[in-house]
């Protein structure tokens, strides 16, 4: 998290607990979820690494973004980057997750505005419309 933030300059990893309890931190490595604050820099040499800033793709926002925002699911945005980054890996292994798997992925995050209740909903539009989507290719 320190070597995304300071040496990269992706500031939308946010720092919050540094003990792996808030889950702000989580960026994606190799397509998993992990919470950044205990990956060194050096554990993450030759993997994948996706932040909060691979989301948005030429101006177009990721469906889970615009799920975010259309369905409220975010108040002071500290928890957003990896509450963003957990939904991504939770629809990409799993495009149709029930309101059970949805609350299981984000069990570890803690979000202290919304009642998560808008960030389930979030991600229930997002699978929606990727697979709307999908039905229209």
């Not at 932040?51 to 948005?56: A, D, H, P, Q």
């Not at 699911?73 to 309101?99: H, K, S, V, W, Y």
Request: charged share 20%; aromatic share 4%; with cysteine.
């Amino acid at each position: 998290m320190h070597y995304i933030r300071e040496q990269v300059g992706l500031t939308g990893t946010h720092w919050g607990c540094d003990t792996s309890n808030c889950g702000a931190c989580v960026v994606l490595m190799d397509g998993e979820p992990v919470k950044s604050c205990t990956v060194l820099a050096a554990m993450a040499d030759g993997h994948d690494v996706r932040t909060v800033e691979s989301l948005e793709v030429d101006g177009q926002l990721d469906p889970i973004q615009q799920g975010f925002h259309e369905r409220h699911a975010l108040q002071c945005g500290f928890c957003t980057p990896g509450m963003l980054m957990t939904t991504r890996a939770l629809l990409d292994a799993n495009p149709d997750p029930t309101d059970l798997e949805i609350r299981t992925a984000i069990s570890g995050a803690i979000c202290r505005c919304t009642g998560y209740q808008n960030i389930v909903g979030a991600v229930r539009w997002a699978a929606e419309h990727e697979a709307a989507a999908r039905r229209e290719a």
